[in-house]
């Protein structure tokens, strides 16, 4: 997420995708074949999988220069990922199969960075901001559950009573949003496995969650209906805003001032992110 939007669409022959210019609403171009997975740290850069499966492409939409870098013990078409994605400064990039392995590399040189076997079907997951942890739910598990990414050592963070849609960690990685579709939204101190606060105005599913960039805010999407607002030191709910159709996934943009949210008919909507203040005298529920 930059200045610039990426989504993915598929049509009658393959699949897209599509940058938009998220301040003036612009379309920018389309990348057939090829899905996005994330912008570069800077923003100059969409990064995709190249053609053969076993390489990253940086490609510049400004002079439509593209820069590769090969991911270290991965063969071409070896796997079908169900996860894969970034830590925010592209230090480490990994990604999920269906057998549950969990594979990290470094994401500037392709450099192997460990892997384990995590169980499955996989339903969310979350690489904290310095890539030090690694958060998973498991479908039909009321369980987080979080991994030291160099020894691979498991905690399991007990107090959901449903599964584990969406995961999110805090801009410094000292904290881990959760959401389930028991309705509630909680968070956990990384460090120890506590939990540190429970947010339950729920009345319907929570499909996922996201933290600002100050660490300050939660947003989180509820399937069908909203989009709501949290302040994160006292797990009061800041703001609801009706959003029919409500998909599974959102996204803050770098400077906080955009969020992105999918629909359940493949739309993604964007919205300008209020300027929210938390309510004098409250502590966390």
């Not at 210019?21 to 800077?42: K, L, V």
Request: aromatic residues 8%.
């Amino acid at each position: 997420f930059c200045p610039r939007l990426v989504t993915a669409r598929r049509t009658t022959e393959k699949l897209a995708s599509a940058l938009w210019n998220i301040r003036d609403g612009n379309f920018i171009t389309e990348i057939p074949g090829r899905p996005a997975i994330g912008f570069s740290p800077d923003g100059k850069q969409l990064v995709h999988w190249g053609a053969r499966g076993q390489i990253l492409e940086r490609w510049s939409p400004e002079d439509r220069s593209a820069t590769t870098v090969a991911l270290e013990g991965l063969a071409a078409g070896e796997a079908v990922w169900t996860h894969e994605g970034f830590s925010p400064e592209w230090k480490v990039f990994f990604t999920v199969d269906q057998m549950g392995t969990v594979r990290f590399w470094d994401a500037g040189n392709g450099k192997a960075a460990g892997d384990f076997r995590a169980p499955t079907p996989i339903q969310s997951v979350a690489l904290s901001p310095d890539g030090s942890y690694f958060a998973l739910g498991v479908e039909h598990e009321p369980v987080v559950r979080l991994y030291e990414r160099r020894t691979g050592r498991e905690r399991q963070l007990t107090g959901h009573r449903d599964a584990v849609n969406g995961l999110a960690f805090s801009p410094d990685g000292a904290s881990l949003a959760s959401c389930s579709l028991d309705g509630t939204i909680r968070l956990w101190d990384t460090a120890t496995g506590k939990p540190t606060a429970t947010m339950s105005g729920n009345l319907e599913d929570a499909a996922a969650v996201t933290v600002a960039p100050d660490g300050r805010t939660l947003a989180s999407i509820h399937e069908r209906h909203a989009i709501k607002f949290w302040h994160a030191a006292t797990g009061r709910d800041l703001l609801v805003l009706d959003f029919s159709h409500a998909g599974n996934s959102l996204r803050f943009s770098p400077d906080g001032h955009y969020l992105a949210a999918t629909t359940d008919e493949g739309e993604v909507h964007l919205f300008e992110a209020p300027p929210l203040t938390p309510p004098a005298s409250v502590s966390a529920r």
